[in-house]
């Protein structure tokens, strides 16, 4: 079988479009599926053999073999023209096609206007066998994402597939994976949590098999031929058990929507990654478009695309291409992603600039794979089928879930929360050297840098194996945001209190805490008893009940303990988390009934898409102020935020507290300081009142709140060193620790998995866990005036 003469830039066939390539391979689609050496057939630029020269003006030294062209040995070149790849059997040299006219492929194919379409052959036999062990399926420990592993039981057998994504319609999140796992609707579905079976939901009624080609394609040609989907839907039971990142690729960015309109030749030689439950992590490139195959039961069927290993042209790393791409059976359904371009991989982070993290773009979906081998000593080759994920998508009408943050009311962004912790020591007394000094030691601990916080987005701080103490109670603790499978069921009311939601008297947390005896769990709970959600009128659950100045306390109690027993890295670690719920109190949205709109002027909002298409909900005012204050203002203004956070006064010794309940108190304070700087309604009212959003509102809301913003802050960072002088200094720190040595970050991590490190609880359960004060002078009246006349100086 011989190759076109001259492998050489061919200008004559730049006119072929995608279609013209199908419309030749459907006319011809019956003499070459019924040839007797041909396997299969696709799409693709002509593959020249590495080992032939490029194109010269001279052609002195040109070398253009004749020996069998195969996928392993032969690559796609900037001059590739477009052709028709058929695969053969065996490839036949040039001696023996004199013997065989009947054994030729034709090297070109004609459309109906005459214009010639070029054939280009590979050799590639199928095999059903691979010489390469499949390795164990990877389960999960605690929760869910794509690339977990799930089971189904059909007649005693267990079979395996990959979760490629979450998903959702508008009204619920499913996990897409295939449908010969998942089964019929209403079939069981399991996988392997912490080495068990359990249980994770039920096939969904939303199924794809197979669909004419024509059908998935409107417009093109494909006769008698079918897109192989297979293609189901889980209903999850639990989505808190979920995670929307894909394992070992982190967060996905946005997906590549393909049609009919913009599919192209060149996506042929992209570099994709997936993770497959059995292969793990597997780095390929796109080597086909529009794979055509026959079955045993005489249908024809077509795969979107063919993925292979990495060729030499590859621009990804030589370590990367000599690794051996392998694909498993239980990878079926494994999410397959675009790599970004290799300029925007190696784009140079430079100091002080923000460089966008590079996204890699979800494409297709894995449903099975073929085994592909030359003949002679090279192994047999694995390649996966797939399906373009936006084809899937439009057909079961859903859309993937990239990420979420459910708890976004309640949720003060990583940059406030890290530049409060990393100021913090800028705050300290000189009063305790061994806290200076195990503080500036476990610095790295606590929060980022300075340089960091300016440069980075924060994507995907969940997915880490190491988060910093500051936000530890968002990204490892709170459900649906921690992805490690560390969250805690009640952790989310530690992070806020409604502090300004009155009840049918008027009197709100705020006013009844002037009076020190109400600073009670027992007072907040009854108080929560008495008021309703103000947009729904539904009780307010009890992971609805803010407790944040008692999740002070139970903190500062813990730091004095610990300090007592000489316990560095138990304080450093309590340090760092009480740094976060800080971070929250002198946040005005956090600490108000307006966190993300006024819910007492409501507004109709009717849904655009999904199943709640044309549905109406009753949402608060300005909802999405929550975010655009605290996420859009806060990130673009974080230089300012801060120089002016090293101005935070140091402590002074007459503001220290004694125990756990004046810490609760101060707290209040800091509260009560937040709002008389920053009323929650202004913000409110200047986010509905301002037309546009991103930049521009950003740098409106700025003007208006930047300098209180500083202020609040400042008062965030200056008592959060008070409290930790004031543990140290009760639990005599300085006389029972022996080592301010770092702590390492595993040692860290393993500190916060512990269940009873600083347990979560509900305001109603939380008194059990607080030392309560024990004289009328620590239940004294609260004057609610700023802890400290802090300067926005810088």
């Not at 549905?615 to 605290?630: I, N």
């Amino acid at each position: 079988m011989r190759s076109n003469s001259n492998d050489a830039p061919s200008p004559g066939y730049s006119h072929l479009s995608l279609r013209d390539l199908l419309d030749a391979r459907d006319q011809y689609h019956i003499f070459l599926m019924q040839h007797p050496n041909v396997v299969a057939t696709a799409i693709g630029p002509y593959r020249i053999r590495q080992k032939d020269s490029w194109p010269s003006k001279s052609g002195k030294g040109k070398v253009h073999g004749t020996y069998s062209r195969t996928l392993e040995n032969s690559e796609v070149r900037d001059y590739s023209w477009p052709s028709i790849l058929v695969f053969v059997e065996k490839w036949i040299t040039s001696a023996e096609l004199a013997k065989q006219e009947a054994a030729a492929v034709p090297k070109t194919l004609y459309l109906r206007d005459g214009r010639s379409v070029p054939v280009c052959v590979i050799e590639a036999p199928k095999e059903s066998l691979v010489d390469v062990e499949a390795r164990d399926i990877r389960y999960p420990i605690n929760n869910m994402g794509g690339g977990s592993a799930i089971v189904a039981r059909v007649q005693a057998q267990e079979y395996a597939a990959t979760v490629a994504c979450l998903v959702s319609d508008g009204h619920k999140i499913y996990a897409l994976t295939n449908r010969h796992v998942t089964g019929d609707p209403g079939e069981v579905v399991y996988s392997r949590l912490d080495g068990k079976i359990a249980r994770i939901g039920v096939s969904a009624g939303k199924q794809l098999t197979r669909e004419a080609f024509g059908d998935v394609y409107p417009g093109w040609p494909g006769s008698d031929l079918f897109v192989n989907l297979d293609v189901g839907l889980i209903d999850v039971d639990d989505i808190n058990r979920w995670t929307t990142d894909i394992r070992d690729i982190a967060d996905m960015g946005p997906m590549m929507d393909v049609s009919v309109s913009n599919i192209s030749l060149s996506m042929v030689g992209s570099q994709v990654r997936g993770f497959g439950a059995a292969s793990g992590i597997m780095l390929g490139e796109i080597h086909a478009l529009f794979y055509r195959y026959k079955t045993g039961g005489g249908f024809e069927y077509v795969a979107d695309i063919l993925i292979g290993p990495r060729t030499r042209s590859s621009n990804e790393s030589k370590r990367s291409r000599k690794s051996a791409f392998v694909t498993h059976p239980g990878d079926s359904g494994t999410l397959w992603l675009l790599d970004p371009p290799a300029q925007v991989r190696k784009t140079p982070r430079k100091k002080g600039v923000r460089v966008e993290t590079p996204e890699h773009r979800p494409l297709a979906m894995q449903w099975g794979r073929n085994m592909l081998h030359s003949a002679g000593p090279a192994r047999i080759q694995s390649f996966a089928l797939g399906t373009f994920l936006s084809r899937v998508c439009a057909q079961l009408e859903v859309d993937p879930v990239r990420a979420w943050n459910i708890d976004q009311p309640d949720t003060w962004g990583s940059i406030g929360h890290f530049s409060i912790a990393t100021r913090t020591s800028v705050a300290l007394s000189d009063r305790f050297p061994k806290l200076v000094s195990l503080m500036k030691n476990n610095a790295a601990i606590i929060s980022h840098d300075a340089d960091t916080i300016r440069d980075s987005d924060f994507v995907g701080l969940g997915q880490k194996a190491f988060v910093p103490m500051a936000d530890v109670p968002d990204f490892f603790w709170k459900p649906r945001i921690s992805k490690q499978g560390f969250a805690r069921p009640f952790e989310g009311p530690n992070h806020f209190a409604d502090m300004d939601q009155p009840d049918a008297k008027g009197a709100t947390l705020l006013s009844l805490s002037k009076n020190g005896s109400n600073i009670n769990p027992s007072t907040w709970n009854r108080f929560y008893d008495s008021v309703k959600d103000l947009l729904s009128g539904e009780p307010i659950t009890p992971l609805h009940r803010g407790l944040l100045p008692f999740r002070v306390w139970q903190i500062f109690d813990e730091m004095v303990a610990f300090a007592r027993k000489g316990n560095p890295a138990e304080f450093v670690c309590a340090a760092g988390v009480l740094t976060h719920y800080l971070g929250d109190a002198c946040q005005p949205l956090h600490i108000s009934y307006l966190h993300d709109g006024d819910p007492e002027r409501s507004v109709t909002y009717t849904f655009k898409k999904g199943k709640k298409e044309g549905q109406k909900e009753e949402r608060a005012l300005g909802q999405g102020v929550h975010s655009a204050y605290e996420d859009e203002m806060v990130g673009a203004n974080r230089d300012a935020i801060l120089k002016g956070l090293l101005h935070t006064p140091r402590t002074r010794k007459e503001e220290m507290v004694a125990n756990g309940f004046q810490a609760a108190k101060a707290t209040i304070a800091l509260m009560q300081a937040t709002f008389d700087d920053i009323p929650p309604i202004k913000i409110v009212n200047a986010f509905i009142g301002h037309d546009g959003g991103g930049a521009k509102r950003a740098k409106y809301m700025w003007d208006l709140f930047g300098t209180d913003t500083i202020r609040v802050m400042q008062g965030g960072a200056h008592l959060l060193a008070v409290l930790w002088e004031s543990a140290w200094n009760q639990g005599e720190g300085e006389r029972h620790v022996k080592s301010t040595a770092s702590l390492s970050e595993k040692a860290a991590m393993r500190l916060c998995q512990d269940p009873d490190f600083l347990p979560s609880v509900t305001v109603d359960k939380i008194g059990s866990l607080l030392a309560m004060p024990k004289t009328a002078r620590e239940n004294s009246t609260i004057s609610g005036a700023p802890l400290v006349e802090a300067s926005a100086a810088g």
